[in-house]
DNA sequence: TTAATTGTGATAGTAAAGCTATTAATGTAA
DNA sequence: TTACATTAATAGCTTTACTATCACAATTAA
């Protein structure tokens, strides 16, 4: 399937709209494919600059800095997740193979899951599993806060945990469990790459590995 | 208790051991608090020179850059965990109790488990939360593991390990469930603190929330 | 005792990163 | 046609990250 997504995205998080002009989504394009080949410590607006044939102060029109522009990305990845999720999940009867699709989505059997688009999702996906947890982890956390720029994160929580709580109307940790379920297949798809020894991961389970995890530890805090 | 750790660092972490000489040691304890205060984004080696009166290139004789002072200091807490852990389970009978114990230790119920040393403990903890797991999550995670520097941290997991294993030798994940526990504890006590809404934490169960959160999230995954 | 060696921190840089004030060009409205 | 507003480019500045070299003191060697 091939579809436009366009989120609302909170305005806070850029100083003019990276959609409304053609400069913008290639600032926004090209820097999927730069975070993602340099990571976000090495990652310069000049070296993004350079590779879209502009210059620095552009690039500075439309982002306040890197940091912004990663959240932008993340944001973007939140509001994905969240339609897939939809997506994906309703034609579903029950909640708990509405449960087992969203940790499906999250271990990235991609082939099946996967929504395409104008970005490079594959990039994106990487990026937020490494750099993803970037965008809160720091000192400034409270103000980003304040104006919302979480907010689409929150809303996937709420809605995973919503669906925990209509699997099992007792347990009392649904927003905890679904902010877990979303960090840990994270860290694990980046463990099982990089850490293996940090997980049970070997050759013959690899492919499947995360997921089967990841249900073992939700279904069982749930049932 | 008041102890002076002194745990075996691997060398490839600093250019000189910082250990010892006088100028060495103030680096390290001065930086915990400066990047505690500033995070690791803001902290800089000039900062950290001007604070201590010595010079930046000073400081560029005993760590090559500021990620490797701060892996330098997360490892000092891996080391720090895993002597902690070893303490406080040591007269304990039972595997549950000795699980429990380690549960207590990663939910910073503090004023019990703290160990004292000459090093400022409570921004190291606060470091460890907030930047942790920066030290691995970025593009050089492959070179840096070829070096061991990632051992402690093996270590760490493989010791929790090993008592999930005698507690409930049939349980398939005990490596991604230690790894887990760790990563998951750092996230939520930063969760609970600034985004609460990724948790079910209130007024109320404040104080012991995290507690109860992992205590039940680790226990139904091996019973 | 003097000369050579070694280990240390200080000085003084450079290149790149991060950001901004100003200017120039283009499009729109009166 | 002129005034105004929007947008990008130029050229800069400050800070960060890092390094080459120097100076000094302690140690050892002749």
Redesign the pocket.
């Known amino acids: 399937m091939v579809a436009n997504f366009s989120f609302h995205i909170n305005p806070h998080l850029f100083k003019?709209n990276p959609e409304?002009?053609?400069?913008?989504r290639e600032i926004v394009s090209n820097s999927i494919d730069l975070i993602n080949n340099l990571g976000i410590?090495?990652?310069?607006?000049?070296?993004l600059?350079t590779k879209i044939?502009?210059?620095?102060?552009?690039i500075?029109?439309?982002f306040?800095?890197?940091?912004m522009l990663l959240l932008y990305i993340v944001s973007w990845y939140w509001h994905y997740l969240d339609f897939l999720i939809d997506y994906k999940i309703q034609n579903l009867a029950e909640p708990k193979q509405k449960i087992q699709e969203i940790i499906s989505i999250l271990s990235q059997n991609l082939s099946e899951t996967k929504l395409t688009s104008y970005y490079n999702m594959a990039a994106i996906f990487e990026i937020v599993i490494r750099e993803g947890n970037k965008v809160y982890l720091h000192t400034e956390v409270k103000e980003i806060n304040k104006i919302q720029l979480y907010k689409p994160y929150k809303d996937l929580c709420e809605k995973i945990s919503l669906l925990f709580q209509t699997y099992n109307s007792s347990y009392k940790f649904s927003h905890s469990l679904a902010s877990t379920l979303v960090e840990t297949s994270h860290l694990h798809i980046f463990f099982t790459e990089n850490l293996p020894r940090l997980t049970d991961v070997n050759e013959e389970n690899k492919n499947s590995y995360t997921h089967h995890f990841l249900s073992d530890l939700i279904f069982k805090s749930l049932n």
């Open positions: 003019k409304e002009s053609a400069i913008g410590e090495n990652f310069t607006f000049k070296k600059a044939q502009h210059t620095e102060a552009t500075y029109r439309y306040e800095n890197k940091q």
